[in-house]
């Protein structure tokens, strides 16, 4: 941690310009569209100002804050909760097909919603889900290029480090978050560039042996992941649909490509906490059967578990898996963040929903029936979920029927 | 002011009440979309509650900060400053046509612009009115209940109070909006009752003389206004195309109506500082023939009025003419607050640009074939420029031919 009372500037300034030039790759004339919470401000003024230098038409911030937040759970009438700012999102999904980017930054209190009425918060979701469909699909299918980064916000702090004062914890996530996002060494841009090198080398591996499953065994879990038909492994930079070069999460550690939305069976238990919308999941343990889970359970957050599981269709059957070794810097820091961004870069997961129909073989995009028949999973969440540890040996079975070992003990095998 | 070292929370409380129940009326299943500063998150936390209390469906807030604002005009390359965003603006629009509500808080600093290149601040606002010009229009043409409150915003404070510290400056200011905005009253929304009704005396006397000139004399002005065709005097609290009754402007001191764009002639001069997004204009002289300026010049900002005045066809006729007495509390309050919310209810006015198509006979809602049939002025600017002083006489010309005095030496005649 540093031994000044306020966040290093020159650390904020270089998260912006990685932001910008690594995580967006964001190109001259790009608008650019940015969600953060208030909180977030000084990263918020550097992304802007730095954006501008790279030539941005125009900048626009969302901005949040958990006290309006929270406002709409106490004093909303019960209606509230079926509506969502639909203009709002529709207005995004048209940017998106101009060509805009799209920038997040998380930092607020991963369980801001979880003394509100469970209810209230389910409904609320999916009214805002199915508002974001649209803008979330061009997401997902990778139009356009998009970057998440995180800023050490109070709330979120205090979560992560319970027991020391407040500065001190905000300094202490700050300097966690820099050192994840490789901000804290001379020249982040390069030490990117190396980081991609590394997950590209994986990446080739995988697609080379074209695994039909995946086998994952250990504690709790004895799961076979079906892949889906032509998926590809992706990870680190990628190649958005319109031709820019993004790394779309600052950390990021993971490779994930696409699993057959039918063909996943056996058991499966979580190896770290879920932070869902403000909401805590933990101790989740799952039976599938022909790619759809028929048995949940969950010792804490069990009904938002069972919400999540109901929103739709697809939001049994899993739209992304992908691997993490046990070894990766967010695993060995030792904390947990209750942050997705971070803690599935500490672990092999999953993610329920919603897959990437950019994880397929071939440059073209792929029309949804396509992607349906290759097995790719269609909903309107996708909620990653962590289900690898050191104790988690995962193996490869090619279209031969050769077992080839990926994961002993949490660490890639060939490695 | 106060003499505690932060703005009475109490007070804050009692703007967002009226801001809500009176300002804009709201009611139960309605959204509602507030525009305001990173500054004044206090009150917009506040109107939030209430608004949700009042049974809101969603309330989103679109934030704002000056050093992001600033960051485009430093940084950005030539091409951004003819763009917009389009997308926001068209949301904001279709929100409108679903009976959402819009609030509006003001409270940055007036001059945030001043040092900008004025090319460039006069082409980002050109590219801005364009992008917001279906969104301005459902206002103006008053198809939803909408009200614009302030906040005494630091920057906003020092322009108004510049030779005392920071803190004091605010408390000022805050007292200066809270006294103007009669929420320093036991009972605000009774006090606003109130002032609805003395204002509501003054419009039906206008609206039984049907004026058809109003002619402005005193030093440096001798004007004559044709009123349009069928214009309707209105002020204070009136009813929105949506049945909603709503008082758009807190403080809101002014009578006012459609000029004749074709009808005005003379010459005119400001009485007070005109702030315009950012940038002053002062000391404004400006001659009108047939109802256009055919000259003009100003003391300080002349290159922005010039812009301004080129920004489209109907920027260069009035689109409304409102009066203000000498005596209103803002004007005795002896402040300039170089922003027009407050600077406009301390003087009679005119505004450059668009006309409110509300204030014509008959509760239809016009056509702009009517409207600008019956002399109603259509423009994407609509910027509010005053001329009144204690040293103006107001005469209404009616259709005999008969002067009636309305003003002397700035204040009613007939009171």
Request: some cysteine; aromatic content about 8%; proline content about 4%.
């Given at each position: ?61 969302l ?117 994840a ?31 039909q ?19 590809e ?13 993004c ?98 870069n ?10 990437y ?34 104790e ?24």
């Amino acid at each position: 941690m540093s031994d000044k009372n306020q966040i290093d500037a020159s650390k904020i300034d270089k998260l912006a310009i990685l932001a910008v030039k690594v995580g967006l790759g964001l190109k001259k004339g790009q608008n650019l569209i940015i969600t953060a919470p208030i909180e977030s401000l000084p990263l918020v003024r550097k992304i802007t100002k730095h954006a501008y230098k790279e030539g941005a038409g125009i900048v626009t911030t969302l901005f949040s804050d958990p006290d309006i937040t929270l406002s709409r759970f106490k004093y909303a009438d019960d209606d509230s909760f079926n509506v969502a700012a639909d203009w709002l999102y529709k207005g995004m999904g048209e940017a998106f097909d101009n060509n805009s980017a799209r920038l997040a930054i998380a930092g607020d209190d991963p369980q801001l919603l979880s003394e509100m009425d469970p209810d209230k918060v389910s409904r609320a979701n999916k009214a805002n889900a199915i508002a974001y469909k649209p803008a979330r699909e061009r997401i997902t299918r990778f139009d356009i290029n998009w970057n998440i980064v995180s800023w050490p916000g109070k709330a979120w702090a205090k979560r992560v480090f319970p027991n020391i004062p407040d500065e001190e914890a905000i300094l202490n996530l700050a300097d966690a978050i820099f050192d994840a996002s490789r901000v804290s060494v001379d020249d982040p841009i390069k030490a990117w560039d190396d980081h991609n090198k590394t997950l590209r080398l994986r990446t080739d591996w995988l697609n080379k042996n074209n695994f039909q499953y995946l086998k994952y065994t250990g504690p709790g879990t004895n799961l076979k992941i079906g892949l889906a038909d032509q998926h590809e492994w992706m990870g680190g930079a990628s190649v958005a649909q319109n031709g820019i070069t993004c790394n779309p999460n600052i950390p990021s550690e993971e490779v994930f490509t696409t699993p057959h939305a039918y063909r996943v069976d056996g058991h499966v238990s979580s190896t770290k906490p879920l932070s869902y919308q403000g909401s805590l999941i933990d101790e989740i343990q799952v039976v599938f059967k022909d790619g759809k889970i028929i048995e949940s359970k969950a010792a804490k957050g069990s009904e938002i578990l069972e919400k999540v599981l109901n929103s739709d269709e697809g939001a049994r059957r899993i739209g992304e898996v992908a691997l993490v070794p046990n070894s990766s810097p967010i695993s060995q820091s030792g904390l947990i963040f209750f942050n997705t961004l971070f803690d599935e870069n500490a672990a092999s997961h999953i993610a329920l929903g919603q897959c990437y129909s950019k994880c397929f073989k071939g440059d073209a995009n792929l029309s949804k029936e396509e992607i349906s028949k290759n097995g790719g999973n269609s909903s309107m969440i996708h909620i990653d979920w962590m289900i690898g540890s050191k104790e988690i040996d995962v193996d490869g079975i090619n279209f031969n029927g050769d077992v080839i070992p990926v994961f002993r003990k949490g660490e890639w095998a060939n490695s």
